[in-house]
C-alpha cells in the first residue's frame, strides 16, 4: 500500500484561524466520526486547544456499533462526549446542554464582574466530511453552513447563532501534515476524509474488505449474499462483483466499478454498523 498524505495549502491557514480564535470562544466542540473515533482526532488540533474545556460530538452514530464503550472510553478520562446523528437529530438536545454547562463557570464568571448576560461560544473543530456542517444546520435549524460530502468545502470561519444560548464558531476541516500511521491513514480514507483522487482505489478497497470481513463479517455476507467469505480482500471483491454484475465484456469482473460501488455503500451505511478503531488496552 502506497503512503496516503493529502494536505491542500488552506489547511496551514485554518491552523493559524483557529490559533488566532481560540481566545473568543469558551469551549472547543470536537467532532469526531463515530465510526472512528481516535482516528478522527487531529494531533494538530489538540496542540492548539491545549487547556481550553473540550466536547466531543460523536456524529454519525447511527453508522457506529460499539457507542457505548467509546462514550465510557472518554467519559473515563473526564471528557465529556455526546453520540449525534446530525440527519435525524438524535443527541442534539444533549449536545447543547452539555456546552452550555461546560461554558456556565466562564459566562457566570464574566457576569459577576459585571458583564452583560451572554450566550455561551463554543468553536466546533474537526477533520474534514466528520460532519460538523450537518451538525451545524440541524443546531442552527437552517441551511447556516454549507454541507457537502466531500473534505474540505468549508474554507473559513463562520459565527453561526443557535437559539438555544449558544453561539458557534465553524472553521474549515483540518488534517495532519503527515499521517505516521498508515492505518490511520487508511481510516480516514475509507470515511472519506481523504480525496478520492490522492488513492490507489483498489488497493484501498481490497484492504477495507479485509478489515470488515475479520471485524464485522456479517455485514458484508448480508449486504451481498455472500455463501461463503473469503479473507482476501480481491476474492471479496470479485465475489461481490459477481453478485453486482460488475462484468466486462470477456466475463471479467469490472475491478475498479465494483470498489467504488463499495467504497460508495459503505461510506453510506449499507454494509452495517462498524467501528473500525480498537479501545485502548488502558
Known sequence: MNEIQWFPGHM????????????????IIEVLDARIPLSS????????????????????????????LWLK??????????????????GIKNLIAAAKKIAAPKTHKLEKFGAKPRSARAMIVGIPNVGK?????????????????????TRSKQWIKIDNGLDLLDTPG???????????????AW?????????????TVYLL???????????????????NL????????????????CIRRGGVVDIEKTARLILSEFRAGKIGKVNLDDLPAE
Open 12 to 27: 496551514k491557514k485554518t491552523q493559524e484561524l483557529i490559533a488566532e480564535n481560540i481566545k473568543l470562544v469558551d469551549l
Open 41 to 68: 482526532q487531529n494531533p494538530l488540533l489538540q496542540e492548539i486547544i491545549g487547556d481550553k474545556p473540550k466536547l466531543i460530538a460523536l456524529t454519525k452514530s447511527d453508522l457506529a456499533a460499539n457507542l457505548d
Open 73 to 90: 472510553y472518554f467519559g473515563d478520562k473526564n471528557i465529556t462526549a455526546v453520540a449525534v446523528d446530525s440527519v435525524k437529530g438524535a
Open 133 to 153: 456542517s450537518t451538525l451545524i444546520n440541524r443546531l442552527g435549524g437552517v441551511n447556516r453552513a454549507k454541507a457537502e460530502n466531500r473534505p474540505a468545502v
Open 174 to 188: 483540518i488534517l495532519y501534515h503527515k499521517f505516521e500511521d498508515k492505518d490511520i491513514a487508511l481510516k480516514l
Open 191 to 203: 470515511t472519506y476524509a481523504i480525496n478520492d483522487e490522492v488513492l490507489d482505489i483498489e488497493e
Open 209 to 227: 474488505l479485509e478489515t470488515l470481513a475479520a471485524k464485522f463479517p456479517a455485514g458484508l455476507i448480508e449486504r451481498y449474499k455472500l455463501e
Open 230 to 245: 473469503p479473507t482476501e480482500g480481491h476474492e471479496i471483491l470479485n465475489q461481490i462483483g459477481i453478485k453486482r454484475g
